[in-house]
Protein backbone atom coordinates (compact mmCIF):
# COMPACT_ATOMS: atom_id res chain seq x y z
CA UNK A 1 0.00 0.00 0.00
CA UNK A 2 0.70 3.87 0.47
CA UNK A 3 2.09 5.01 2.97
CA UNK A 4 3.33 8.84 4.32
CA UNK A 5 6.54 7.63 4.81
CA UNK A 6 8.95 4.26 5.27
CA UNK A 7 11.23 3.47 7.90
CA UNK A 8 13.38 0.48 7.73
CA UNK A 9 15.14 -0.93 10.86
CA UNK A 10 17.98 -3.33 10.10
CA UNK A 11 21.02 -4.96 11.63
CA UNK A 12 24.23 -3.44 11.50
CA UNK A 13 27.28 -5.37 10.65
CA UNK A 14 27.93 -4.87 14.24
CA UNK A 15 25.13 -6.83 15.46
CA UNK A 16 26.45 -9.80 13.80
CA UNK A 17 29.23 -10.01 16.24
CA UNK A 18 27.87 -8.80 19.60
CA UNK A 19 24.68 -8.39 20.89
CA UNK A 20 26.30 -5.36 23.67
CA UNK A 21 23.73 -2.58 22.63
CA UNK A 22 26.80 -0.04 24.00
CA UNK A 23 28.77 -1.28 20.83
CA UNK A 24 25.94 -1.23 18.13
CA UNK A 25 25.96 2.60 18.46
CA UNK A 26 22.84 4.74 17.57
CA UNK A 27 21.32 3.23 14.65
CA UNK A 28 20.78 6.83 13.19
CA UNK A 29 24.57 7.50 12.86
CA UNK A 30 25.33 3.94 11.28
CA UNK A 31 22.55 4.73 8.96
CA UNK A 32 19.92 2.09 9.36
CA UNK A 33 16.77 3.79 10.12
CA UNK A 34 15.86 5.69 6.89
CA UNK A 35 12.50 7.29 7.23
CA UNK A 36 9.44 7.20 9.02
CA UNK A 37 5.88 5.46 9.72
CA UNK A 38 6.35 1.68 8.09
CA UNK A 39 8.94 0.01 9.81
CA UNK A 40 10.16 -3.34 8.49
CA UNK A 41 12.47 -5.76 8.74
CA UNK A 42 15.77 -7.43 6.10
CA UNK A 43 13.72 -9.44 3.51
CA UNK A 44 13.50 -12.91 4.22
CA UNK A 45 16.01 -13.05 0.74
CA UNK A 46 18.62 -11.69 2.90
CA UNK A 47 21.40 -13.74 5.06
CA UNK A 48 20.30 -14.41 8.57
CA UNK A 49 23.37 -14.45 10.36
CA UNK A 50 23.78 -16.66 13.69
CA UNK A 51 24.38 -14.32 16.43
CA UNK A 52 24.75 -14.89 20.19
CA UNK A 53 21.61 -14.88 22.12
CA UNK A 54 20.38 -11.53 23.83
CA UNK A 55 21.56 -11.18 27.14
CA UNK A 56 18.05 -9.16 27.88
CA UNK A 57 14.83 -8.44 26.15
CA UNK A 58 15.39 -5.28 25.43
CA UNK A 59 18.32 -6.51 22.96
CA UNK A 60 16.45 -8.86 20.79
CA UNK A 61 15.73 -7.44 17.20
CA UNK A 62 11.92 -7.45 17.78
CA UNK A 63 12.20 -5.44 20.82
CA UNK A 64 14.79 -2.50 19.28
CA UNK A 65 12.36 -2.71 15.71
CA UNK A 66 9.28 -1.20 18.00
CA UNK A 67 11.14 0.54 19.93
CA UNK A 68 12.28 2.81 16.86
CA UNK A 69 8.91 2.30 15.33
CA UNK A 70 6.98 4.19 18.47
CA UNK A 71 9.43 6.76 19.09
CA UNK A 72 9.79 7.98 15.41
CA UNK A 73 5.99 7.59 15.31
CA UNK A 74 5.18 9.73 18.66
CA UNK A 75 6.64 12.79 16.82
CA UNK A 76 4.18 12.93 14.05
CA UNK A 77 1.29 10.80 15.14
CA UNK A 78 -1.03 14.00 13.96
CA UNK A 79 0.63 13.69 10.66
CA UNK A 80 0.67 9.72 10.42
CA UNK A 81 -2.34 8.00 12.52
CA UNK A 82 -1.32 4.68 11.01
CA UNK A 83 1.71 2.86 12.27
CA UNK A 84 1.84 -0.41 10.68
CA UNK A 85 4.89 -2.40 11.82
CA UNK A 86 6.18 -4.87 9.73
CA UNK A 87 8.06 -7.59 11.43
CA UNK A 88 9.76 -11.45 10.17
CA UNK A 89 8.50 -13.03 13.38
CA UNK A 90 9.48 -16.22 13.19
CA UNK A 91 11.39 -15.97 10.62
CA UNK A 92 13.85 -13.39 12.29
CA UNK A 93 16.68 -14.28 14.35
CA UNK A 94 15.54 -16.79 17.42
CA UNK A 95 17.63 -14.27 19.60
CA UNK A 96 15.15 -14.56 22.67
CA UNK A 97 17.09 -14.20 26.24
CA UNK A 98 17.79 -18.04 27.01
CA UNK A 99 16.36 -18.05 29.94
CA UNK A 100 12.95 -17.79 28.18
CA UNK A 101 13.46 -20.97 26.63
CA UNK A 102 14.38 -22.61 29.76
CA UNK A 103 10.67 -21.59 30.85
CA UNK A 104 9.05 -24.04 28.67
CA UNK A 105 10.94 -26.40 30.79
CA UNK A 106 9.97 -28.96 33.64
CA UNK A 107 12.90 -30.37 35.79
CA UNK A 108 14.32 -33.84 33.71
CA UNK A 109 14.01 -32.41 30.34
CA UNK A 110 16.90 -31.73 28.18
CA UNK A 111 18.18 -28.26 27.82
CA UNK A 112 17.06 -26.44 24.87
CA UNK A 113 19.65 -25.28 22.06
CA UNK A 114 21.55 -22.11 21.56
CA UNK A 115 20.81 -21.98 17.51
CA UNK A 116 19.56 -18.77 16.32
CA UNK A 117 18.34 -19.54 13.34
CA UNK A 118 14.88 -20.14 12.50
CA UNK A 119 14.24 -23.91 12.72
CA UNK A 120 13.80 -26.18 9.34
CA UNK A 121 13.59 -29.75 10.10
CA UNK A 122 12.24 -32.82 8.18
CA UNK A 123 11.14 -35.75 10.56
CA UNK A 124 12.10 -39.38 10.14
CA UNK A 125 12.15 -42.20 12.17
CA UNK A 126 16.02 -41.14 13.02
CA UNK A 127 14.67 -37.76 14.55
CA UNK A 128 15.56 -37.70 18.05
CA UNK A 129 12.21 -36.35 19.90
CA UNK A 130 14.82 -33.91 22.31
CA UNK A 131 15.30 -32.37 18.83
CA UNK A 132 11.87 -31.04 18.68
CA UNK A 133 11.53 -30.32 22.06
CA UNK A 134 14.21 -28.24 21.99
CA UNK A 135 12.73 -26.16 19.02
CA UNK A 136 9.36 -25.52 20.76
CA UNK A 137 11.11 -24.02 23.69
CA UNK A 138 13.01 -21.60 21.54
CA UNK A 139 9.97 -21.04 19.40
CA UNK A 140 8.08 -20.44 22.50
CA UNK A 141 10.76 -17.75 23.71
CA UNK A 142 9.96 -16.36 20.53
CA UNK A 143 6.39 -15.66 21.04
CA UNK A 144 7.42 -14.51 24.72
CA UNK A 145 9.42 -11.86 22.97
CA UNK A 146 6.76 -10.62 20.77
CA UNK A 147 4.32 -10.58 23.68
CA UNK A 148 6.29 -8.22 25.60
CA UNK A 149 6.79 -6.17 22.17
CA UNK A 150 3.24 -5.63 22.30
CA UNK A 151 3.45 -4.77 26.11
CA UNK A 152 5.54 -2.30 25.07
CA UNK A 153 2.85 -0.65 22.60
CA UNK A 154 0.42 -0.61 24.95
CA UNK A 155 2.21 1.40 27.92
CA UNK A 156 3.10 3.97 25.19
CA UNK A 157 -0.16 4.29 24.01
CA UNK A 158 -0.97 4.69 27.81
CA UNK A 159 1.51 7.25 28.26
CA UNK A 160 0.40 9.45 26.04
CA UNK A 161 -3.26 9.28 26.88
CA UNK A 162 -4.20 7.73 23.68
CA UNK A 163 -5.01 4.33 24.44
CA UNK A 164 -8.64 4.57 24.88
CA UNK A 165 -8.83 6.02 20.98
CA UNK A 166 -6.66 3.70 19.17
CA UNK A 167 -7.12 0.32 17.87
CA UNK A 168 -4.45 -2.41 17.96
CA UNK A 169 -4.01 -5.26 15.85
CA UNK A 170 -1.75 -8.03 15.87
CA UNK A 171 -1.84 -10.65 12.81
CA UNK A 172 0.18 -13.35 11.29
CA UNK A 173 0.41 -14.15 7.70
CA UNK A 174 1.87 -17.95 7.95
CA UNK A 175 1.28 -20.73 10.43
CA UNK A 176 4.65 -22.46 11.75
CA UNK A 177 4.44 -26.04 11.88
CA UNK A 178 6.44 -27.56 15.18
CA UNK A 179 6.59 -31.36 14.22
CA UNK A 180 3.13 -31.63 12.78
CA UNK A 181 2.85 -33.35 9.45
CA UNK A 182 6.56 -34.15 9.87
CA UNK A 183 8.23 -30.70 9.96
CA UNK A 184 9.25 -28.53 11.92
CA UNK A 185 9.62 -24.82 9.96
CA UNK A 186 7.98 -24.21 6.49
CA UNK A 187 10.47 -26.49 4.37
CA UNK A 188 7.15 -28.75 4.27
CA UNK A 189 5.18 -26.34 1.84
CA UNK A 190 1.94 -27.86 2.81
CA UNK A 191 -1.25 -26.85 3.86
CA UNK A 192 -2.42 -28.09 6.83
CA UNK A 193 -3.86 -26.38 9.83
CA UNK A 194 -0.42 -25.43 11.41
CA UNK A 195 -0.01 -23.06 8.46
CA UNK A 196 -3.10 -21.84 7.54
CA UNK A 197 -4.30 -21.09 11.49
CA UNK A 198 -2.95 -17.24 11.76
CA UNK A 199 -2.45 -15.01 14.87
CA UNK A 200 -5.27 -12.20 14.26
CA UNK A 201 -6.25 -10.29 17.91
CA UNK A 202 -8.06 -7.41 17.56
CA UNK A 203 -8.07 -4.74 20.28
CA UNK A 204 -10.24 -2.07 20.41
CA UNK A 205 -9.65 1.28 22.06
CA UNK A 206 -12.69 1.20 24.23
CA UNK A 207 -12.88 -2.79 24.78
CA UNK A 208 -11.79 -5.25 26.73
CA UNK A 209 -8.06 -6.03 27.68
CA UNK A 210 -8.20 -9.50 25.96
CA UNK A 211 -9.65 -8.15 22.56
CA UNK A 212 -12.22 -9.40 20.56
CA UNK A 213 -13.38 -12.64 20.31
CA UNK A 214 -15.92 -13.77 17.23
CA UNK A 215 -17.13 -17.10 16.74
CA UNK A 216 -16.28 -17.43 13.04
CA UNK A 217 -13.60 -17.64 10.91
CA UNK A 218 -12.45 -14.28 9.93
CA UNK A 219 -10.05 -13.43 6.59
CA UNK A 220 -6.90 -11.11 6.94
CA UNK A 221 -8.26 -9.14 4.29
CA UNK A 222 -10.91 -8.08 7.12
CA UNK A 223 -8.15 -6.12 8.58
CA UNK A 224 -9.01 -3.20 6.12
CA UNK A 225 -12.68 -2.56 6.51
CA UNK A 226 -11.61 -3.09 9.86
CA UNK A 227 -9.51 -0.24 9.54
CA UNK A 228 -11.68 2.10 7.39
CA UNK A 229 -14.94 1.13 9.84
CA UNK A 230 -11.95 2.39 12.93
CA UNK A 231 -10.89 5.94 11.21
CA UNK A 232 -14.57 6.65 10.02
CA UNK A 233 -13.93 7.01 6.63
CA UNK A 234 -16.56 6.34 3.87
CA UNK A 235 -15.51 2.82 2.57
CA UNK A 236 -17.97 3.24 -0.39
CA UNK A 237 -15.22 3.69 -3.03
CA UNK A 238 -12.57 1.44 -1.72
CA UNK A 239 -12.49 -2.12 -3.60
CA UNK A 240 -12.98 -4.72 -1.09
CA UNK A 241 -14.39 -8.42 -2.15
CA UNK A 242 -17.29 -10.06 -0.26
CA UNK A 243 -14.70 -11.90 2.44
CA UNK A 244 -14.36 -8.80 4.87
CA UNK A 245 -15.84 -8.13 7.87
CA UNK A 246 -15.73 -4.98 9.73
CA UNK A 247 -14.20 -7.31 13.06
CA UNK A 248 -15.28 -4.09 15.03
CA UNK A 249 -18.41 -2.69 14.66
CA UNK A 250 -20.04 -5.73 13.16
CA UNK A 251 -19.60 -8.23 15.96
CA UNK A 252 -22.24 -6.92 17.75
CA UNK A 253 -24.49 -6.51 15.17
CA UNK A 254 -25.75 -9.57 14.48
CA UNK A 255 -26.24 -13.18 16.98
CA UNK A 256 -23.56 -15.65 15.84
CA UNK A 257 -25.80 -18.15 14.25
CA UNK A 258 -26.91 -15.87 11.55
CA UNK A 259 -24.21 -14.84 10.45
CA UNK A 260 -23.82 -15.03 6.65
CA UNK A 261 -22.19 -17.99 4.98
CA UNK A 262 -18.94 -16.49 4.15
CA UNK A 263 -18.10 -16.31 7.73
CA UNK A 264 -18.07 -19.94 8.06
CA UNK A 265 -15.63 -20.41 4.95
CA UNK A 266 -11.99 -20.63 4.39
CA UNK A 267 -9.64 -21.58 1.80
CA UNK A 268 -6.46 -21.96 0.68
CA UNK A 269 -4.29 -22.99 -2.09
CA UNK A 270 -1.17 -23.94 -3.34
CA UNK A 271 0.55 -25.81 -6.22
CA UNK A 272 -1.27 -29.22 -6.35
CA UNK A 273 -3.55 -28.91 -3.27
CA UNK A 274 -6.44 -27.37 -1.74
CA UNK A 275 -7.26 -26.64 1.71
CA UNK A 276 -10.79 -25.91 2.42
CA UNK A 277 -12.16 -25.40 6.14
CA UNK A 278 -15.99 -24.97 7.50
CA UNK A 279 -16.67 -24.90 11.16
CA UNK A 280 -17.11 -28.86 11.85
CA UNK A 281 -14.54 -30.22 9.85
CA UNK A 282 -11.23 -29.20 7.63
CA UNK A 283 -10.72 -31.18 4.18
CA UNK A 284 -7.24 -31.23 2.16
CA UNK A 285 -7.14 -32.25 -1.31
CA UNK A 286 -4.12 -32.88 -3.19
CA UNK A 287 -2.26 -34.29 -6.17
CA UNK A 288 0.33 -36.62 -6.39
CA UNK A 289 2.46 -37.74 -9.22
CA UNK A 290 3.26 -41.27 -8.03
CA UNK A 291 2.45 -42.95 -10.95
CA UNK A 292 3.89 -41.85 -14.46
CA UNK A 293 0.25 -42.62 -15.86
CA UNK A 294 -2.13 -40.38 -14.09
CA UNK A 295 -1.85 -37.71 -10.98
CA UNK A 296 -3.97 -39.11 -8.20
CA UNK A 297 -5.39 -36.95 -6.12
CA UNK A 298 -5.56 -37.60 -2.56
CA UNK A 299 -8.77 -36.23 -0.16
CA UNK A 300 -7.91 -36.18 3.97
CA UNK A 301 -10.60 -35.54 6.11
CA UNK A 302 -10.38 -33.75 9.75
CA UNK A 303 -13.13 -32.96 12.24
CA UNK A 304 -12.91 -29.16 13.91
CA UNK A 305 -12.12 -28.11 16.30
CA UNK A 306 -12.10 -31.05 18.33
CA UNK A 307 -9.06 -32.46 16.23
CA UNK A 308 -7.36 -29.08 15.92
CA UNK A 309 -3.32 -30.62 15.07
CA UNK A 310 -5.33 -32.79 12.39
CA UNK A 311 -4.04 -35.80 13.57
CA UNK A 312 -6.97 -38.33 13.20
CA UNK A 313 -7.95 -38.48 9.37
CA UNK A 314 -11.16 -39.48 9.07
CA UNK A 315 -12.21 -39.48 5.20
CA UNK A 316 -13.23 -43.03 4.82
CA UNK A 317 -15.36 -42.87 7.92
CA UNK A 318 -16.94 -39.75 6.87
CA UNK A 319 -17.46 -40.00 3.04
CA UNK A 320 -21.08 -38.49 2.72
CA UNK A 321 -18.95 -35.15 3.90
CA UNK A 322 -16.03 -35.39 1.39
CA UNK A 323 -18.97 -35.66 -1.48
CA UNK A 324 -20.55 -33.05 0.22
CA UNK A 325 -17.34 -30.87 0.88
CA UNK A 326 -15.86 -31.67 -3.11
CA UNK A 327 -19.30 -30.87 -4.60
CA UNK A 328 -19.35 -27.67 -3.04
CA UNK A 329 -15.92 -26.18 -2.89
CA UNK A 330 -16.38 -24.96 -6.62
CA UNK A 331 -19.02 -22.96 -5.75
CA UNK A 332 -17.39 -21.34 -2.74
CA UNK A 333 -14.31 -20.13 -4.81
CA UNK A 334 -16.64 -18.65 -6.98
CA UNK A 335 -17.84 -16.46 -4.73
CA UNK A 336 -14.74 -15.61 -2.84
CA UNK A 337 -13.68 -14.63 -6.77
CA UNK A 338 -16.63 -12.90 -7.12
CA UNK A 339 -18.34 -14.72 -9.75
CA UNK A 340 -21.33 -15.08 -8.12
CA UNK A 341 -23.07 -13.46 -5.53
CA UNK A 342 -24.92 -15.18 -3.15
CA UNK A 343 -23.43 -17.36 -1.11
CA UNK A 344 -24.98 -21.29 -0.53
CA UNK A 345 -26.30 -21.89 2.61
CA UNK A 346 -24.03 -24.69 4.65
CA UNK A 347 -25.78 -27.57 6.00
CA UNK A 348 -26.02 -28.40 9.44
CA UNK A 349 -23.60 -31.52 8.69
CA UNK A 350 -21.26 -28.90 8.07
CA UNK A 351 -21.37 -26.56 11.18
CA UNK A 352 -22.86 -29.08 13.77
CA UNK A 353 -20.61 -32.28 13.81
CA UNK A 354 -22.29 -35.69 15.34
CA UNK A 355 -20.08 -36.20 17.94
Same mark, same amino acid.
Given at each position: ????????????????????????????? =????????????????????????????????????????????? /??????????????????????????????????????????????????????????????????????????????????????????????????????????????????????????????????????????????????????? /?????????????????????????????????????????????????????????????????????????????? =????????????????????????????????????????????????????
Amino acid at each position: GDFGSVLLVEGSASDEETSDPEELGDPEE =TGDIYDLCDVEEPSDAEEISAPAISQEQEQTEIARLFETALGQWA /TQMDEFPILWIHSRGLNGKWDAPYEYRCVMCDEGDPEPPFETRPAELRLTEQTDPDEVFGLACSMGAQSMVLDDAWSMVEEFLEQLGVASDCLQILAGVQGYPIGEHGWVGHGGKTLYAESLHLPLVVRPGDGLNVGVRVPFMVQPNSILK /TLVGWMDEDGAELDVDVMTTDMVSEIDALPAEHWPPKNNFAYACAEGQMHVAVPAWSCRWSRSSSTKELDIERVELFA =TPDDRWQQNEVSQRAQSIVEELTERRDAWLRCCEGAAAEWPALSSDLTHPIR
